[in-house]
């Protein structure tokens, strides 16, 4: 067997146990970046107002005037596709964080507890997982009314209880492991102990699920406003742009193409970063 034979595979391995992303990954990062730099500052790459109406103007194909053309009222496409960054990128991590802290908290308290407690929380998670998130989703905003912030609670709700359940199942293992025993037998709190030993210990797995699950708010999301129970006219969400631009799919698709290409990209940046992150904390764990 030749040198460069042995050295191929050895390389190869060393590569992936270094975890270092492949050339999709590195993309779908930059994406990300690039689509986090535009919702913060979408100003920055167009001169436009994205509520700014022009009757004159309406129906133009892209050009290079308006790069993505203009809607049905004259607004041009393309800054309200990048003013909606924000606001799909915002609903996807708020989400994603009441529903992490949501989960934290039950979890935590269902796994360490254990006993009563345990038994009523499970439950009440098992009833509320019987629920589609969407489900949920709708029924919440019934209640708190249709709005970006009815939305964000809505679809963070959601993400809850199978938030909870992941936490559970990582803080029993963690509650059985010695340094928790050795915690617990010098007499500490047991807040202490679950604050400095049981929660930083079960969070991995959770945190990896947790960016994941922000493509699946971010799709959420867009669907509850494509059905008119989020963003509210004129708000440039990508979702209520896709919906507005129904009657239109014909004449100008365009007004349509944008927005949904900028979701459908964002989620599968979303996704390729997040499963990169899992597989690496899973090489890692198998390696200890």
């Given at each position: 067997?030749?040198?460069?034979?042995?050295?191929?595979?050895?390389?190869?391995?060393?590569?992936?146990?270094?975890?270092?992303?492949?050339?999709?990954?590195?993309?779908?990062?930059?994406?990300?970046?690039?689509?986090?730099?535009?919702?913060?500052?979408?100003?920055?790459?167009?001169?436009?107002d994205?509520?700014?109406?022009?009757?004159?103007?309406?129906?133009?194909?892209?050009?290079?005037?308006?790069?993505?053309?203009?809607?049905?009222?004259?607004?041009?496409?393309?800054?309200?596709?990048?003013?909606?960054?924000?606001?799909?990128?915002?609903?996807?991590?708020?989400?994603?964080?009441?529903?992490?802290?949501?989960?934290?908290?039950?979890?935590?308290?269902?796994?360490?507890?254990?006993?009563?407690?345990?038994?009523?929380?499970?439950?009440?998670?098992?009833?509320?997982?019987?629920?589609?998130?969407?489900?949920?989703?709708?029924?919440?905003?019934?209640?708190?009314?249709?709005?970006?912030?009815?939305?964000?609670?809505?679809?963070?709700?959601?993400?809850?209880?199978?938030?909870?359940?992941?936490?559970?199942?990582?803080?029993l293992?963690v509650?059985?492991?010695?340094?928790?025993?050795?915690?617990?037998?010098?007499?500490?709190?047991?807040?202490?102990?679950?604050?400095?030993?049981?929660?930083?210990?079960?969070?991995?797995?959770?945190?990896?699920?947790?960016?994941?699950?922000?493509?699946?708010?971010?799709?959420f999301?867009?669907?509850?406003?494509?059905l008119?129970?989020?963003?509210?006219?004129?708000?440039?969400?990508w979702?209520?742009?896709?919906?507005?631009?129904?009657?239109?799919?014909?004449?100008?698709?365009?007004?349509s193409?944008?927005?949904?290409?900028?979701?459908?990209?964002?989620?599968v940046?979303?996704?390729?970063?997040?499963?990169?992150?899992?597989?690496?904390?899973?090489?890692?764990r198998?390696?200890?």
């Open positions: 067997m030749t040198a460069s034979a042995i050295a191929a595979p050895v390389g190869t391995s060393a590569s992936r146990r270094a975890g270092l992303p492949g050339p999709g990954v590195l993309l779908a990062m930059a994406v990300l970046a690039a689509l986090l730099v535009v919702g913060i500052a979408p100003g920055l790459f167009t001169g436009y994205p509520l700014q109406a022009s009757p004159a103007s309406a129906l133009q194909a892209p050009s290079a005037v308006h790069l993505f053309g203009t809607d049905q009222l004259g607004r041009d496409v393309f800054s309200r596709v990048l003013h909606g960054a924000g606001y799909s990128l915002s609903l996807g991590l708020f989400a994603t964080a009441i529903g992490l802290l949501g989960g934290i908290l039950l979890g935590v308290a269902a796994g360490y507890s254990r006993g009563i407690a345990d038994r009523v929380i499970s439950r009440l998670l098992d009833i509320l997982l019987a629920f589609p998130e969407v489900l949920l989703a709708l029924i919440l905003i019934t209640v708190l009314g249709p709005g970006m912030s009815s939305v964000i609670w809505a679809v963070g709700i959601g993400r809850i209880p199978g938030a909870a359940r992941l936490v559970r199942s990582q803080v293992q509650r059985r492991s010695s340094y928790v025993s050795s915690a617990t037998g010098l007499g500490l709190p047991p807040l202490t102990v679950i604050a400095r030993h049981v929660v930083p210990n079960s969070l991995g797995p959770v945190l990896v699920n947790s960016v994941l699950g922000v493509g699946v708010c971010i799709i999301g867009a669907s509850l406003s494509f008119g129970l989020g963003a509210v006219p004129p708000t440039p969400e979702g209520l742009m896709l919906s507005e631009a129904r009657q239109y799919l014909s004449l100008a698709p365009w007004i193409i944008w927005p949904g290409l900028f979701i459908t990209l964002t989620v940046s979303v996704t390729v970063t997040g499963r990169w992150w899992q597989q690496r904390a899973i090489s890692r198998s390696s200890l």
